[in-house]
């Protein structure tokens, strides 16, 4: 009969990765809501008070336990998830050893209330410490409850390995949230010190789940990812102009099951390739589906780290499911003017920036304002109207424009925001753009496009780095790299480990068009740089290339690409005037592109404003 719980032999259990199962609530919680889930529920409810220290009850209304079994479910080596040796090559399950409530009821006061569904009445375990269980009979409702109580009472030594009670709350709240995006088809209910925290409807969508945590703003900035097969991987992963500064928001689950990985980490950071910033990570929940004997869980006491057969066929998946998801939401990011204030009196003041409570690094974005002062069909006129912006030139494509430092506070308002978008299908890729106009150049930094009824912002200096980019690695590719001599060399001393990183890549840099000789202990010339880098941003473009080095040793190609994108950044000229002329040939460039639409450093190189949304700020529509 299904879900019997056997006391496994002593040759089974030795072949188990054992380790310290109860180490603090958080683990407790995650061991009895994967018992629930083993056990078939679809709806479970999770209560914590004072950080789960005090209390931790689970109930769900899964297929409950046999009287006759409820004793054995606190015995070591105890379950009915595995029966065999054969079996721990199969696990399905995401409990398997039969320890967890054993070792719970050592070191709390533990009762388990249980009715299985074909019993007309259930059964009551308590337990606490050394002390025999108690099991009476009573009426219940069908599932299962487990009760913990007072963690630790007996041990005071573990005791004080507790956090405190904040500490230990946040601990638990993200393995809840960890469950509740491994099952999307579970409805979780988390309360804490008797406040409902999370909720999730158990409908099977893992963005409705993501929504419950995160709050449903974050749902314009996700992404779906499918890529089918016998490694299938599906879940979510957020826009690359949607970032954290920590990996704390890559999430892994295989088979359900929730995985840490270095590995298919860097597999997904490799996926967005130069669409991230330095130092920023992406948001992802992504589920990875094998054949239970592609991988083995039996490995890591914690069963965090997995072993998976074929990793280097589940890594190349991860990495092109990723990239392929980002290139057919290759749209730039929408401004939007929706919910904007009145206009104030006086000058524009800076935007501002609140925080979600549901998540300390998820922040609103900056709204606009002064938004009025832009007219929706004739950008340049109304500016000029306003007193934000004069012309000191005029042409075809509507001048060169120098604003005032209000408008330019607007415009750093404007360029600063990303907010949900509500016309996203009608966005076309900038690379795209055919029937356009140039209406001009504002800062020497940005173009203004008309398309239809968007205005294209496009940050020159990024559209110019991606270019340069894409011309020097096909001129590497052929060995075509033009250089430049420098009139006066350029000489630097370096650490041991700086100059022996540069050394070892000698022929590498002078494929790219550096030409560098050892010239005394630890320092070196270089005789050629690049055409176009200027000495001046000599020491800022060696720092660039050492830190591009150190973090891609051990591949050639990943090596190569890193020092052209450090090269493109020093050969780009802040502020530089663009003629028409100019202007013109950067905007066929850049819809002759085909590489992505961001610099090689992962700012975008457009964003786009909608007519729509300066006729709501006009107030023209409601």
């Not at 072949?15 to 018992?35: C, D, M, Q, T, Y």
Request: glycine share 6%.
């Amino acid at each position: 009969m299904k879900h019997r719980i056997n006391v496994l032999d002593e040759a089974i259990y030795k072949r188990i990765a054992a380790g310290e199962v109860v180490v603090n609530p958080a683990s407790v919680v995650k061991e009895l809501v994967e018992n629930s889930m083993d056990a078939e529920a679809t709806a479970i409810t999770i209560e914590i008070a004072q950080g789960g220290k005090e209390l931790i009850r689970v109930t769900d209304n899964g297929v409950g336990i046999i009287a006759e079994d409820v004793p054995l479910a606190v015995q070591k080596h105890a379950t009915s998830k595995i029966r065999s040796l054969s079996d721990l090559e199969q696990i399905e399950t995401l409990g398997f050893r039969g320890e967890a409530l054993s070792s719970m009821a050592a070191v709390s006061r533990l009762t388990i209330k249980t009715r299985p569904h074909d019993s007309v009445e259930g059964t009551i375990l308590s337990v606490s410490g050394e002390h025999r269980p108690e099991v009476s009979s009573a009426g219940l409702a069908e599932g299962t409850t487990v009760r913990v109580e007072n963690l630790f009472y007996n041990i005071p030594a573990r005791m004080k390995f507790l956090k405190n009670t904040a500490r230990e709350t946040v601990n638990v709240t993200s393995v809840v949230s960890r469950l509740i995006f491994a099952n999307p088809h579970i409805a979780i209910k988390y309360i804490n010190n008797g406040k409902v925290i999370y909720h999730s409807p158990g409908n099977g969508s893992l963005k409705d789940a993501v929504i419950a945590v995160y709050g449903k703003d974050i749902s314009h900035r996700l992404i779906d990812l499918e890529y089918p097969g016998e490694i299938a991987i599906h879940g979510l992963i957020s826009r690359p102009d949607f970032l954290y500064k920590g990996t704390n928001h890559i999430c892994f689950f295989l088979n359900s099951r929730y995985i840490q990985s270095r590995n298919l980490q860097a597999a997904v950071l490799r996926g967005y390739g130069e669409r991230l910033l330095r130092g920023h990570f992406p948001f992802s929940v992504l589920h990875v589906t094998l054949p239970p004997d592609r991988a083995d869980v039996n490995v890591h006491p914690g069963k965090l780290q997995v072993m998976l057969y074929d990793e280097a066929d589940v890594l190349s998946a991860a990495e092109h499911a990723v990239r392929a998801a980002l290139e057919e939401d290759s749209k730039p990011p929408v401004l939007s003017l929706q919910d904007i204030p009145p206009a104030s009196s006086g000058s524009p003041s800076a935007p501002s920036v609140s925080k979600d409570s549901k998540d300390p690094s998820f922040h609103h974005y900056p709204q606009l304002r002064s938004a009025e002062k832009l007219y929706r069909n004739d950008w340049k006129t109304a500016a000029q109207e306003s007193g934000y912006i004069r012309t000191e030139t005029s042409s075809a494509y509507g001048g060169t424009f120098t604003p005032n430092q209000d408008f330019k506070e607007m415009i750093h308002s404007v360029a600063e925001y990303h907010a949900p978008v509500s016309e996203q299908e009608m966005i076309e890729d900038v690379r795209r753009l055919l029937d356009y106009r140039i209406i001009g150049q504002i800062w020497n930094t940005y173009i203004i496009i008309e398309c239809a009824d968007l205005l294209y912002l496009i940050d020159q200096h990024a559209a110019h780095e991606r270019i340069n980019f894409e011309r020097m690695k096909k001129a590497a590719a052929g060995g075509t790299v033009a250089a430049q001599g420098l009139l006066v060399p350029y000489i630097t001393t370096l650490t041991a480990e700086e100059f022996s990183l540069l050394m070892k890549n000698k022929d590498l840099l002078s494929s790219l068009g550096f030409e560098l000789e050892e010239f005394g202990p630890l320092t070196l010339k270089f005789s050629s740089f690049p055409a176009q880098i200027e000495k001046s941003s000599a020491e800022q473009l060696i720092e660039e290339i050492l830190f591009e080095l150190k973090n891609t040793r051990g591949d050639i190609l990943l090596q190569r690409e890193a020092v052209i994108r450090a090269s493109c950044r020093y050969s780009i000229k802040a502020g530089y005037e663009l003629s028409d002329e100019q202007i013109e040939e950067l905007m066929k460039e850049i819809t002759e592109l085909d590489a992505i639409p961001n610099c090689p450093h992962g700012r975008p190189i457009a964003i786009v404003l909608q007519k729509s949304d300066l006729q709501k700020g006009f107030k023209r529509t409601v």
